[in-house]
């Protein structure tokens, strides 16, 4: 008998913003996200709780603003300013 390992495929959202690769999943928590900040070769993840889809982009971009400024002085643009530019990708789960 042969076993098949099967993957999980979910949809994702990537955005490059604040000197970071963004990236952001629904988990299976009814207000649970998941999230990953990737900066060269350093990766954060974390979960959190948002409401929705819009809060939950707002809630990592703020993050990465925070992250970004704490090393900067100079001006950022807004969290706003990146809400409509996520691009859709797979992401597998083994």
């Keep these: 008998m042969t076993t098949t390992t099967i993957r ?3 949809v994702a959202l990537a955005l490059k913003a604040y000197g970071f690769e963004l990236r952001l999943w629904k988990e299976t ?3 649970e996200w998941g999230a990953a900040l ?3 070769n350093a990766v954060l993840e974390c979960r959190f709780e948002e ?3 819009t809060l939950a982009k707002l809630h990592i971009l703020g993050e990465a603003r925070s992250r970004s400024m704490s090393r900067s002085s ?3 643009p807004s969290c706003d300013s990146y809400l409509n530019s996520w691009k859709p ?3 597998t789960q083994p």
């Design 8 to 10: 999980e495929t979910k």
């Design 29 to 31: 928590g009814e207000h």
């Design 38 to 40: 990737r900066e060269e």
């Design 51 to 53: 409401d929705n889809l």
């Design 74 to 76: 100079g001006e950022l």
């Design 89 to 91: 990708f797979k992401m």
